[in-house]
């Protein structure tokens, strides 16, 4: 073990002591070391010719090219490009999978699913252009849900349908860059087109085509997938649970939910708390069943169902290493094959459920969206049927907090004004006042080349208490609920102007908004307030950052593209970034970007410089937008009443 | 902090709907649940459920649906620890509880809980109270007003309160009491006159008779600003930013003031308390903060103003007694009078008169004759006001304009009634003005100072004489009628042909954003507020305004009264939504309505079952009856639908001098279709309709036309004209 502190989890610190030299992802990251051409970007291998190991200059003093003389930048963005594809297929993907159920339910071939958000139906019926007037609930149902999968082969060459949600200034840059994005699956096959070996061969040609790619997802897949779930599944309003590990319950049946999708899991939630399945784990000895989430799919059942998150992605292995989890059902993404390795040690039935997904040493339950209960039940039987085989031996650390989460931009809203008076008026007056001085989200990931959950925290901490509202999706967000930030009483450790917002509407300082596709609903949230007025004509405008101090996956990257193609700043902490073997890629994606998107797309390694970097965005938003500094009240007389908008 | 404001409002929003649920089951125990049930005079149902819900309760049955959306929304009470949010949840309890108070309120009349109305107490407030008091939010003579809880914790800072509300022309509504006593009694005791004239509006000793000024509110959104009920986002909205209200929370808060504030937040009424209950600064959902507490009563008022954002001019006149809006309802009876002038009592007229600016000294107050002081008690004296005027940009055509303000000028002083103008005025000085120290050469000062504020664009001098000696009025007397006459001459000669220019008003359009009026020396401004004359001076006064002169163009039409330029101007004005414009016509291309009409002309059709025959007749009705019409429904529902700035052939709103104007609706046929107006209509108009029926053809028309008391069916009213021989009988049935 090297001197790096692994986490600041309580939780996690004592696992680690328990499993003591078991292989996790915290011994395997100190074990391996990064290939130095492979975190630069500067190591080519699309082609046969090579690989080729770019940097540095040859023996003649020239820059080093490719053998088909391909430069360093171009293949920093090639490997860019490339991530950015695979980010935004799984998130996408993930948004297919979701239309098809949708789209099955709507038709009534997927028993077990149905409509339960129609004002978020309409909605959405109204973004994809589909009439409502005189169709039933289900029609208008089939003809969304054809619109969404319709998104993904749509061959036209115009903007994909929710790109028109944006603001019209964002709409505009994105046509004059020619990044609007025109159908999900051509902006992949494109960019992997691209990206062969001898087609395109200018960086910063590869990197808009990245960005178009990323806005696919952003402004496509994650956001459909977000929005269909929620019409399906509920939109999420706040709920209580506890977060970490000391939710498992040893004389429970405990059932890890992992992944991404929400599919399935639904189902799982529904059957676990039937009478019928607690009296059949009760048959065989136990005295419950527990749920518990881990990484999105824990953030899926968390939003709506108030499941408790056992941990974040890193804990992964260390929740089975408890012994007291029953059966893992994961689905896709983040799922790491060290699972099965940790499981042979205990008992836990590891079972992958997605066609996409199979582990070897895994059992394998295939979800069908027709056949979704039966399904649901063969799993919790068989986690059930596996109470009485524990072995090892049980550790459960004795730590879990209590957390607020369900903040979906429709709640906030509302949360804002109540049913007759709902809108973002509020949020933006605080901002505008000073009381809040500006919106951070830190999303993404935890990675063991950082101390876990550390940077989240210590963001968290220090930009509340300087009047800064945080929203938080993914695992970042989990590690602020284990920390016990997602409670109300938070707002203590808020700054005075925060806190009062605080009081007023009964909210923590910190908001969850849900698992990694719903950073959609950041962009909508930020959209919602730009047009609200007072701040600015963009998102560029805003005093608001996005943070992912402890990213470890492409889609993370493909996130932080579409965030800064919308007009936001985005920093990476941790790991440097992954084409910075290219002087040209870090100059495109900071100045170019900020030229062409006004905003930039920067890494910075420690949480320290993170924050000042933060703060000095924000404060130089508020200036731009000048509202640096107390404005006097403006009395209304009646002239000024009538240029007022009813 | 916010969450005990939360947590009471919550409960007493749950008291308010379990109470309504007990009044409902006792109403349906007592009366039955086809009872109707209804607040008097009003097309709006309970307004407030009908405004934000668009549901029309008719009958107690039809509450049981309200009370399950009003239970819908009532939220739990926020946790004692890791609370979920709860401003949106207060909003929603404080919707809950309007709609629980609306209902209770209601049934009260009919007979379920106290009587709603008293000696003191007013109850809820009819359409025609509502439009006439409405207007003034329109035009910006009442800039808002104060829903007032409770009582001050003495009678004299109550009477400190009222008049500091008067003075800046700010209503008053009471309701609600601190320990049994709300700050209506207080006034009653000190003998403050109360009534909708003085603004003082005692509505209801319990907060739930708050319900009267959200229903008043929420009916203004709909009556003048055309918004649809069940709109409920608009009716807010409208609400946040033109009626500025707020609450002002005297004593002790329960929970069920709490939710009532709640309810109040809602419409971006904020609420300001004098006791140290916990505050919401954060601005939003009001304009500004929405609870801020422990202002001292003397202050609380300016605080109020402050908090809700409102500007209120006020006019510092040096005069001994108080000044604003609120006072010119004021009423000086026997007992309070120390001496009048005019009123058929004695000789007394006013004249403004424009002069050259060497013939003028500004500020120059003179009086001829005795004053006040050597007056006796309760007697009659002669008065001549003679107001002279001088300016760079005055026109001789505004004199009888700026003569008009000498009533509600004079009539803001408290103490003073003034009724009426030039030879017919009455004007009476009370006992406590003169007490106070009032002098007849405060008039001036108040006219002096009035004029050149509110006119500064015409007006650089005023000059004031008022003279009270006998032989001197007397002989004025006959100068100034002389004066009327030439006035009236030449206004009289004023028609749209011989003038090229018309001007459009959009004085309302604070209200009723998408109304455009076309005010012609012949057709005078639906509101009856403006003439052509004012529309020209008014431009004058302020070139960038709400009056702007419209070049008539091409005449493409005479008798419709159509012309090009008026249509470019509507139809760039309405973004296309009101091409063409017929002046003449409400049958075709009509001028549309906003919300502030004195009266409505409506085509009434006509059948006669004998011989199949269909007349095309009109009826009228005016504001200020309540009514029902042959037209099957009274004034206010006939508004809801003439109003909303769209074009609605075969009907719509008038100012009541336009019944006079030979160009009446000329195009269908004018005057002569005029077959049903209310009586009391008929009277007040009767010189000029007169000479309206003499111009048609024929002198007797007016006894043809039927009214309430012999017709309220469209059978009726052919029966009462039929043996008449009204002319609609031979004239063609139109569209």
Same mark, same amino acid.
């Given at each position: 073990?090297?001197?790096?502190?692994?986490?600041?989890?309580?939780?996690?610190?004592?696992?680690?002591?328990?499993?003591?030299?078991?292989?996790?992802?915290?011994?395997r990251?100190e074990?391996?070391?990064?290939?130095?051409?492979?975190?630069?970007?500067?190591?080519?291998?699309?082609?046969?010719m090579g690989?080729?190991?770019?940097?540095?200059?040859?023996?003649?003093?020239?820059?080093?090219?490719?053998?088909?003389?391909? *430069?360093?930048?171009?293949?920093?963005?090639?490997?860019?490009?490339?991530?950015?594809?695979?980010?935004?297929?799984?998130?996408?993907?993930?948004?297919?999978?979701?239309?098809?159920?949708?789209?099955?339910?709507?038709?009534?071939e997927?028993?077990g699913?149905?409509?339960?958000?129609?004002a978020?139906?309409?909605?959405?019926?109204?973004?994809?252009?589909v009439?409502?007037?005189?169709?039933?609930?289900?029609?208008?149902?089939?003809?969304?849900?054809?619109?969404?999968?319709?998104?993904?082969g749509?061959?036209?060459? *115009?903007?994909?349908?929710?790109?028109?949600?944006?603001?019209?200034?964002r709409q505009?840059?994105?046509?004059?860059?020619?990044?609007?994005p025109?159908?999900?699956?051509?902006?992949v096959?494109?960019?992997?087109?691209?990206?062969?070996?001898?087609?395109?061969?200018?960086?910063?040609?590869?990197?808009?085509?990245?960005?178009?790619?990323?806005?696919?997802?952003?402004?496509?897949?994650?956001?459909?997938?977000?929005?269909?779930?929620?019409?399906?599944?509920?939109?999420?309003?706040?709920?209580?649970?506890?977060?970490?590990?000391?939710?498992l319950?040893?004389?429970?049946?405990?059932?890890?939910?992992?992944?991404?999708e929400?599919?399935?899991?639904?189902?799982?939630?529904?059957?676990a708390?039937?009478?019928?399945?607690?009296?059949?784990?009760?048959?065989?000895?136990?005295?419950?069943?527990?749920?518990?989430?881990?990484?999105?799919?824990?953030?899926?059942?968390?939003?709506?169902r108030?499941?408790?998150?056992?941990?974040?992605?890193?804990q992964?292995?260390?929740?089975i290493?408890?012994?007291?989890?029953?059966?893992?059902?994961?689905?896709?993404?983040?799922?790491?094959?060290?699972?099965?390795?940790?499981?042979?040690k205990?008992?836990?039935?590891?079972?992958? %459920?997605?066609?996409?997904?199979?582990?070897?040493?895994?059992?394998?339950?295939?979800?069908?969206?027709?056949?979704?209960?039966?399904?649901?039940?063969?799993?919790?039987?068989?986690?059930i049927?596996?109470?009485?085989?524990?072995?090892?031996?049980?550790?459960?650390?004795?730590?879990?907090?209590?957390?607020?989460?369900?903040?979906?931009?429709?709640?906030?809203k509302?949360?804002?004004?109540?049913?007759?008076?709902?809108?973002?008026?509020?949020?933006?007056?605080?901002?505008i006042s000073g009381r809040?001085?500006?919106?951070?989200?830190?999303?993404?990931?935890?990675?063991?080349?950082?101390?876990?959950?550390?940077?989240?925290?210590?963001?968290?901490?220090?930009?509340?208490?300087?009047?800064?509202?945080?929203?938080? *999706?993914?695992?970042?967000?989990?590690?602020?609920?284990?920390a016990?930030?997602?409670?109300?009483? %938070?707002?203590?450790?808020a700054?005075?102007?925060?806190?009062?917002?605080?009081?007023?509407?009964?909210?923590a300082?910190?908001?969850h908004?849900?698992?990694?596709?719903?950073?959609?609903?950041?962009?909508?949230?930020? *959209?919602?307030?730009?047009?609200?007025?007072?701040?600015?004509?963009d998102?560029?405008?805003?005093?608001?950052?996005?943070?992912?101090?402890?990213?470890?996956?492409?889609?993370?990257?493909?996130?932080?593209?579409?965030?800064?193609a919308?007009g936001?700043?985005?920093i990476?902490?941790?790991?440097?970034?992954?084409?910075?073997?290219?002087?040209?890629?870090?100059?495109?994606?900071?100045?170019?970007?900020?030229?062409?998107?006004?905003?930039?797309?920067?890494?910075l390694? %420690?949480?320290?410089?993170?924050?000042?970097?933060?703060?000095?965005?924000?404060?130089?938003?508020r200036?731009?937008?000048?509202?640096?500094?107390?404005?006097?009240?403006?009395?209304?007389?009646?002239?000024?009443?009538?240029?007022l908008?009813? | 902090?916010?969450?005990?404001?939360?947590t009471?409002?919550?409960?007493?929003?749950?008291?308010?709907?379990?109470?309504?649920?007990?009044?409902?089951k006792?109403?349906?125990?007592?009366?039955?649940?086809?009872?109707?049930?209804?607040?008097?005079?009003?097309?709006?149902?309970?307004p407030?459920i009908?405004?934000?819900?668009?549901?029309?309760?008719?009958?107690?049955?039809?509450?049981?649906?309200?009370?399950?959306?009003?239970?819908?929304?009532?939220?739990?009470?926020?946790s004692?620890d890791?609370w979920?949010?709860?401003?949106?949840?207060?909003?929603?309890?404080?919707?809950?509880t309007?709609?629980?108070?609306?209902?209770?309120?209601?049934?009260?009349?009919?007979?379920?809980?106290?009587?709603?109305?008293?000696?003191?107490?007013?109850?809820?407030?009819?359409?025609?109270?509502?439009?006439?008091?409405?207007?003034?939010?329109?035009?910006?003579?009442?800039?808002?007003?104060?829903?007032?809880?409770?009582?001050?914790?003495?009678?004299?800072?109550?009477?400190?309160?009222?008049?500091?509300l008067?003075?800046?022309?700010?209503?008053?509504?009471?309701?609600?009491?601190?320990?049994?006593?709300?700050?209506?009694?207080q006034?009653?005791?000190?003998?403050?006159?109360l009534?909708?004239?003085?603004?003082?509006?005692? $509505?209801?000793?319990?907060?739930?008779?708050?319900?009267?000024?959200?229903? $008043?509110?929420?009916?203004?959104?709909?009556?003048?600003?055309?918004?649809?009920?069940?709109?409920?986002?608009?009716?807010?909205?409208?609400?946040?930013?033109?009626?500025?209200?707020?609450?002002?929370?005297?004593?002790?808060?329960?929970?069920?003031?709490?939710?009532?504030?709640?309810?109040?937040?809602?419409y971006?009424?904020?609420?300001?308390?004098?006791?140290?209950?916990?505050?919401?600064?954060?601005?939003?959902v009001?304009?500004?903060?929405?609870?801020?507490?422990?202002?001292?009563?003397?202050?609380?008022?300016q605080?109020?103003?402050?908090?809700?954002?409102?500007?209120?001019?006020?006019?510092?006149?040096?005069?001994?007694?108080?000044?604003?809006?609120?006072?010119?309802?004021?009423?000086?009876?026997?007992?309070?009078?120390?001496?009048?002038?005019?009123?058929?009592?004695?000789?007394?007229?006013?004249?403004?008169?424009?002069?050259?600016?060497?013939?003028?000294?500004?500020?120059?107050?003179?009086?001829?004759?005795?004053?006040?002081?050597?007056?006796?008690?309760?007697?009659?004296?002669p008065?001549?006001?003679?107001v002279?005027?001088?300016?760079?940009?005055?026109?001789?055509?505004?004199?009888?304009?700026?003569?008009?303000?000498?009533?509600?000028?004079?009539?803001?002083a408290?103490?003073?009634?003034?009724?009426?103008?030039?030879?017919?005025?009455?004007?009476?000085?009370?006992?406590?003005?003169?007490?106070?120290?009032?002098?007849?050469t405060d008039?001036?000062?108040?006219?002096?100072?009035?004029i050149?504020?509110?006119?500064?664009?015409?007006?650089?001098?005023?000059?004031?004489?008022?003279?009270?000696?006998?032989?001197?009025?007397h002989?004025?007397?006959?100068?100034?009628?002389?004066?009327?006459?030439?006035?009236?001459e030449r206004?009289?000669g004023?028609?749209?042909?011989?003038?090229?220019?018309?001007?459009?008003?959009?004085?309302?359009?604070?209200?009723?954003?998408?109304?455009?009026?076309?005010?012609?020396?012949?057709?005078?401004?639906l509101?009856?507020?403006?003439?052509w004359?004012?529309?020209?001076?008014?431009?004058e006064?302020?070139?960038?305004?709400?009056?702007?002169?419209?070049?008539?163009?091409?005449?493409?039409?005479?008798?419709?009264?159509?012309?090009?330029?008026i249509?470019?101007?509507?139809?760039?004005?309405?973004?296309?939504?009101?091409?063409?414009?017929?002046?003449?016509?409400?049958?075709?291309?009509?001028?549309t309505?906003?919300?502030?009409?004195?009266?409505?002309v409506?085509?009434?059709?006509l059948?006669?079952?004998?011989?199949?025959?269909?007349?095309s007749?009109?009826?009228i009705?005016?504001?200020?009856?309540?009514?029902?019409?042959p037209?099957?429904?009274? $004034?206010?529902?006939?508004?809801?639908?003439?109003?909303?700035?769209?074009?609605?052939?075969?009907m719509?709103?008038?100012?009541?001098?336009?019944?006079?104007?030979?160009?009446?609706?000329?195009?269908?046929?004018?005057?002569?279709?005029?077959?049903?107006?209310?009586?009391?209509l008929?009277?007040?108009?009767?010189?000029?309709?007169?000479a309206?029926?003499?111009?048609?053809?024929?002198?007797?028309?007016?006894?043809?036309?039927?009214?309430?008391?012999?017709?309220?069916?469209?059978?009726?009213?052919?029966?009462?004209?039929?043996?008449?021989?009204?002319?609609?009988?031979?004239?063609?049935?139109?569209g």
């Amino acid at each position: 073990m090297s001197d790096k502190i692994r986490s600041v989890d309580p939780a996690t610190i004592e696992m680690l002591e328990k499993v003591g030299d078991m292989s996790t992802m915290f011994s395997r990251a100190e074990e391996m070391k990064p290939c130095t051409f492979g975190s630069e970007g500067s190591c080519c291998r699309v082609c046969g010719m090579g690989p080729c190991r770019l940097g540095g200059k040859s023996k003649e003093g020239r820059e080093k090219t490719g053998v088909c003389g391909a *430069t360093i930048h171009t293949v920093a963005a090639r490997n860019l490009a490339r991530a950015v594809a695979a980010g935004a297929s799984a998130h996408s993907d993930h948004g297919r999978s979701v239309a098809m159920t949708f789209l099955a339910a709507a038709k009534g071939e997927a028993p077990g699913y149905g409509i339960k958000d129609e004002a978020k139906l309409m909605t959405v019926a109204g973004y994809f252009g589909v009439q409502t007037e005189g169709k039933t609930v289900q029609e208008i149902a089939v003809a969304v849900g054809e619109a969404a999968l319709g998104q993904y082969g749509k061959q036209e060459g *115009t903007p994909m349908a929710y790109v028109h949600r944006a603001t019209e200034k964002r709409q505009q840059i994105w046509e004059d860059l020619e990044v609007y994005p025109r159908g999900f699956d051509r902006e992949v096959v494109q960019l992997m087109h691209q990206t062969h070996a001898g087609v395109d061969q200018d960086a910063e040609h590869i990197l808009m085509s990245s960005v178009r790619c990323a806005m696919a997802d952003g402004w496509g897949g994650s956001m459909m997938a977000t929005d269909l779930q929620d019409i399906m599944f509920g939109t999420p309003k706040p709920l209580r649970s506890e977060a970490n590990l000391g939710i498992l319950k040893q004389k429970d049946v405990n059932i890890i939910l992992h992944g991404h999708e929400p599919l399935l899991s639904e189902k799982i939630v529904d059957i676990a708390t039937d009478p019928e399945m607690i009296e059949y784990a009760k048959s065989k000895g136990a005295e419950g069943i527990t749920l518990g989430g881990i990484c999105c799919t824990g953030n899926e059942v968390l939003m709506r169902r108030g499941v408790g998150p056992a941990g974040n992605v890193l804990q992964q292995e260390l929740a089975i290493a408890t012994g007291v989890v029953d059966a893992m059902i994961v689905d896709v993404q983040c799922v790491f094959q060290g699972i099965v390795e940790a499981s042979k040690k205990y008992h836990t039935k590891v079972i992958t %459920t997605n066609e996409r997904a199979k582990i070897t040493g895994a059992e394998h339950i295939q979800f069908e969206e027709h056949n979704a209960i039966e399904t649901a039940k063969t799993i919790v039987k068989a986690a059930i049927d596996n109470f009485a085989n524990r072995k090892g031996e049980v550790f459960i650390p004795d730590h879990k907090k209590p957390m607020i989460a369900g903040y979906s931009h429709e709640y906030i809203k509302y949360m804002l004004g109540g049913k007759f008076r709902a809108s973002f008026r509020p949020l933006n007056d605080a901002i505008i006042s000073g009381r809040i001085q500006g919106a951070v989200a830190i999303v993404g990931c935890n990675n063991p080349r950082t101390t876990h959950d550390d940077s989240h925290r210590f963001l968290v901490e220090e930009l509340i208490k300087r009047d800064i509202l945080v929203v938080m *999706t993914g695992c970042a967000a989990q590690g602020a609920a284990k920390a016990g930030y997602m409670t109300p009483e %938070t707002m203590e450790m808020a700054g005075p102007g925060l806190k009062e917002i605080c009081e007023t509407i009964g909210i923590a300082p910190v908001l969850h908004l849900g698992s990694c596709v719903d950073n959609s609903r950041v962009l909508t949230v930020l *959209t919602e307030v730009v047009r609200e007025g007072g701040l600015g004509e963009d998102i560029s405008d805003l005093p608001a950052v996005g943070i992912a101090p402890e990213w470890y996956s492409e889609k993370a990257l493909t996130i932080a593209l579409y965030c800064v193609a919308s007009g936001a700043d985005v920093i990476f902490g941790g790991v440097q970034a992954p084409y910075r073997g290219s002087s040209e890629m870090m100059r495109l994606t900071t100045e170019g970007f900020k030229e062409k998107f006004g905003a930039t797309f920067e890494f910075l390694p %420690t949480k320290e410089e993170i924050l000042e970097a933060t703060l000095n965005k924000i404060q130089a938003k508020r200036k731009a937008l000048g509202i640096d500094t107390q404005k006097e009240r403006v009395l209304f007389d009646m002239d000024m009443r009538r240029e007022l908008n009813v | 902090m916010s969450k005990i404001i939360a947590t009471l409002a919550i409960r007493g929003a749950h008291e308010t709907v379990n109470l309504a649920e007990q009044k409902i089951k006792e109403a349906v125990d007592a009366k039955g649940p086809n009872e109707a049930v209804a607040f008097p005079n009003t097309g709006y149902f309970l307004p407030v459920i009908y405004g934000l819900t668009g549901e029309k309760i008719e009958k107690v049955s039809d509450m049981e649906r309200v009370l399950k959306i009003a239970k819908d929304l009532l939220p739990e009470e926020p946790s004692q620890d890791l609370w979920l949010p709860y401003l949106g949840n207060t909003l929603d309890a404080g919707i809950a509880t309007l709609f629980g108070a609306e209902m209770i309120m209601a049934l009260r009349y009919i007979g379920i809980g106290e009587p709603p109305v008293n000696d003191l107490y007013l109850g809820a407030a009819d359409d025609v109270i509502m439009r006439a008091r409405g207007v003034e939010f329109v035009d910006g003579s009442a800039p808002g007003f104060a829903a007032v809880v409770g009582a001050a914790p003495t009678t004299e800072q109550a009477v400190a309160l009222a008049r500091e509300l008067q003075q800046k022309s700010l209503y008053t509504f009471m309701a609600g009491s601190t320990n049994g006593i709300c700050m209506a009694d207080q006034l009653a005791e000190a003998g403050v006159e109360l009534g909708w004239d003085t603004r003082l509006v005692p $509505f209801d000793p319990h907060v739930y008779g708050q319900i009267y000024s959200i229903g $008043f509110a929420t009916r203004a959104a709909m009556s003048f600003g055309g918004v649809q009920p069940g709109d409920y986002e608009r009716i807010l909205r409208y609400n946040k930013n033109r009626v500025f209200a707020f609450v002002v929370a005297l004593g002790e808060v329960d929970p069920i003031k709490y939710a009532a504030a709640a309810g109040a937040i809602n419409y971006g009424f904020p609420t300001i308390a004098d006791t140290d209950i916990p505050q919401i600064l954060p601005t939003g959902v009001c304009t500004y903060e929405h609870v801020v507490s422990n202002v001292p009563v003397e202050n609380i008022i300016q605080k109020s103003i402050e908090v809700r954002g409102l500007k209120i001019k006020i006019d510092k006149i040096p005069i001994p007694v108080a000044y604003g809006a609120a006072f010119e309802g004021e009423r000086i009876r026997k007992d309070d009078l120390f001496a009048e002038f005019g009123g058929s009592k004695s000789e007394a007229f006013e004249l403004l008169r424009m002069r050259d600016m060497d013939e003028v000294e500004d500020n120059k107050i003179e009086l001829v004759g005795i004053d006040l002081k050597d007056m006796q008690e309760k007697k009659a004296y002669p008065l001549a006001i003679l107001v002279d005027v001088a300016g760079r940009k005055m026109q001789k055509d505004f004199e009888p304009i700026l003569e008009r303000q000498i009533h509600h000028l004079i009539n803001g002083a408290e103490g003073v009634m003034h009724v009426s103008q030039r030879d017919v005025v009455w004007m009476r000085v009370g006992k406590k003005a003169v007490d106070k120290g009032f002098k007849l050469t405060d008039i001036g000062k108040i006219l002096h100072t009035k004029i050149m504020n509110e006119f500064p664009a015409i007006v650089d001098k005023v000059q004031v004489t008022l003279i009270t000696d006998n032989d001197k009025v007397h002989e004025l007397i006959e100068v100034a009628r002389k004066e009327y006459h030439e006035r009236d001459e030449r206004v009289g000669g004023l028609t749209d042909d011989n003038v090229d220019t018309f001007y459009s008003c959009t004085l309302c359009q604070s209200f009723a954003p998408t109304h455009v009026c076309i005010i012609t020396p012949q057709r005078l401004g639906l509101c009856g507020a403006y003439n052509w004359l004012d529309g020209k001076a008014s431009y004058e006064i302020n070139p960038t305004g709400p009056n702007q002169p419209i070049l008539k163009g091409e005449t493409l039409d005479a008798e419709n009264g159509e012309w090009s330029g008026i249509n470019e101007f509507l139809s760039g004005a309405s973004n296309g939504a009101v091409p063409r414009l017929y002046a003449y016509s409400m049958m075709q291309n009509p001028m549309t309505s906003c919300g502030c009409f004195e009266a409505i002309v409506a085509h009434l059709p006509l059948m006669d079952e004998e011989t199949g025959m269909i007349y095309s007749g009109f009826m009228i009705v005016n504001r200020d009856y309540a009514g029902g019409t042959p037209f099957g429904m009274g $004034f206010s529902t006939m508004a809801g639908l003439v109003g909303g700035g769209m074009q609605n052939p075969g009907m719509a709103g008038i100012g009541k001098y336009f019944l006079g104007s030979p160009k009446f609706l000329s195009a269908d046929g004018g005057f002569a279709r005029v077959v049903w107006m209310p009586s009391e209509l008929k009277e007040q108009l009767r010189g000029i309709l007169e000479a309206q029926a003499e111009r048609s053809g024929d002198p007797d028309l007016l006894d043809k036309i039927a009214d309430e008391t012999n017709a309220m069916t469209m059978d009726e009213v052919l029966a009462f004209i039929k043996p008449k021989n009204h002319p609609v009988l031979s004239m063609d049935m139109l569209g």
